[in-house]
């Protein structure tokens, strides 16, 4: 019990799970593209199991990408959903800069993939760099920004949740194919139980995971991507606490299932998403192909000129305005951060290029080149912001004088300088009593103990 106490409270931090999402990544990476290895993996990527009869004899991949990526497309739906009712989204003035900023920073990379592939290359990947990954862009947050102001993390937390419902919008009307009605009514008629059980207050894990299996089930071979059924539960859950509730529905659920989506379900998506091919050529092509030119610069100068600009034109021109808590250096610094899109942008670059196994691998790997980027660019300058709120944060803790209030806040006050004036005399007092018994020390002979030897008495 206390062992598996410890991991599923570590699961729960961005922290591990972004540590694990890249340990899988380039696990991939390593299987993929180790020549004893690249079979084993294509084997196991492509090897085929489930109910054929129900329409679900799928490849291990696509376990991973349809019914695995659910769960997470779950948590980040009831992350949303408190986000609205009780977070930065609930007052309209408060998330009017986030909420912009992620518009624009999904506008902007969609227009530089495009400019990029106008003359000739396929436009059919406009959405792959417009996603934001919520688990490697807080996980490296986490790492790096150590003393951060809070706010910098609600911005990107809120940015990246409105990213994540708006590229789950472009999965659902861009990358669906032909539809099938009946088994949309039966999603739909098993949402509505869902919701139905929720408002009467029905308990019980062994009614909701069967219904939403189900749920899921339809909604793949409705033609809808199957993970739109997660965000439709995840939204459904009550996540304000009622009176005598110390904890919400939501919250409760999320705080179960959190460490199942960041340990279990995103590394092994990461893990059969992420095993493409690299060598010297693959990577000659991401920078002189256009598909997967447009993906990295979308990523890496498109993310970041979209939340920077966005950010900056909404705050300028309208009454909303950045938190005082945060500089722009701050905003330019996440706008890059955000460039991270691993999860989402494979998940989009596996459905626009569908069919063409080579152009998806190669998207693929222009993924993992512009998100590395991102996060080399973004590290450095988070760090030079860290290193300077971590200087402003020794001077506000400081408190010379020991009367319980930081020293920085009465440089004002005589007081505070009398105060001073006087400790600083009893220490150059005290140092002063050392220094001299230290010169007397020095000075003084020291005899031999137990009387004179053999020359007598003499300095030892």
């Known amino acids: 019990m206390p062992e598996r106490t410890f991991i599923t409270n570590a699961l729960r931090t961005e922290t591990v799970g972004g540590v694990l999402l890249l340990a899988a990544a380039i696990a991939a990476l390593v299987w993929a593209n180790v ?11 492509h090897f085929h199991f489930g109910p054929g009869a129900l329409g679900l004899n799928l490849s291990v991949a696509h376990w991973a990408a349809d019914g695995l990526l659910a769960i997470f497309f779950f948590v980040a739906g009831i992350e949303l959903k408190r986000e609205m009712t009780s977070g930065d989204l609930r007052d309209p003035k408060a998330a009017a800069l ?87 009514a039966g999603a739909a008629a098993g949402l509505a139980v869902f919701w139905a059980l929720l408002r009467w207050g029905v308990r019980g894990w062994y009614v909701y995971v069967p219904l939403g299996v189900v749920i899921w089930a339809l909604m793949y071979n409705s033609g809808i991507h199957a993970t739109i059924a997660g965000v439709a539960m995840g939204l459904m859950l009550r996540c304000t606490p009622r009176e005598g509730e110390e904890h919400s529905p939501g919250e409760h659920i999320e705080h179960l299932v959190r460490p199942l989506s960041a340990g279990l379900a995103v590394p092994l998506f990461a893990l059969f998403s992420a095993g493409v091919p690299v060598d010297g050529h693959a990577l000659t092509e991401v920078f002189t192909r256009p598909e997967t030119l447009g993906v990295v610069l979308g990523l890496v100068v498109g993310k970041t000129i979209g939340i920077f600009g966005g950010t900056w034109l909404t705050s300028r021109f309208t009454r909303a305005s950045l938190s005082s808590d945060l500089a722009w250096a701050d905003v330019f610094a996440v706008a ?125």
């Open 336 to 460: 890059t951060l955000a460039g991270i899109g691993f999860t989402v942008s494979l998940l989009i670059g596996e459905l626009a290029f569908e069919g063409d196994d080579v152009l998806t691998g190669e998207v693929k790997a222009a993924v993992l080149t512009g998100s590395l980027i991102a996060a080399a660019v973004a590290s450095v300058l988070l760090k030079i912001r860290n290193t300077k709120y971590r200087k402003l944060c020794e001077a506000e803790d400081r408190d010379e004088d020991l009367d319980g209030i930081p020293d920085i806040y009465e440089e004002d006050q005589p007081e505070y300088h009398l105060r001073m004036a006087a400790l600083l005399e009893r220490r150059a007092a005290e140092h002063r009593r050392i220094a001299g018994e230290l010169v007397s020390a020095r000075h003084a002979p020291a005899q031999v103990p137990g009387g004179a030897g053999e020359e007598g008495d003499r300095p030892a």
């Open 98 to 184: 986030p909420v912009i900023a992620a518009l624009c920073g999904m506008a902007a990379p969609a227009l530089v993939y495009v400019v990029t592939n106008a003359g000739g290359g396929s436009l059919a990947g406009w959405a792959v760099p417009t996603a934001t990954d919520i688990a490697f862009a807080l996980a490296v947050l986490a790492v790096i920004g150590t003393s951060l102001p809070s706010a910098l993390r609600a911005f990107l937390l809120t940015l990246a949740v409105v990213d994540d419902l708006f590229a789950i919008l472009i999965i659902a009307v861009f990358f669906t194919s032909d539809l099938n009605f009946l088994a949309l």
């Open 35 to 45: 020549p004893a290895l690249h079979s084993s993996y294509e084997k196991v990527s």
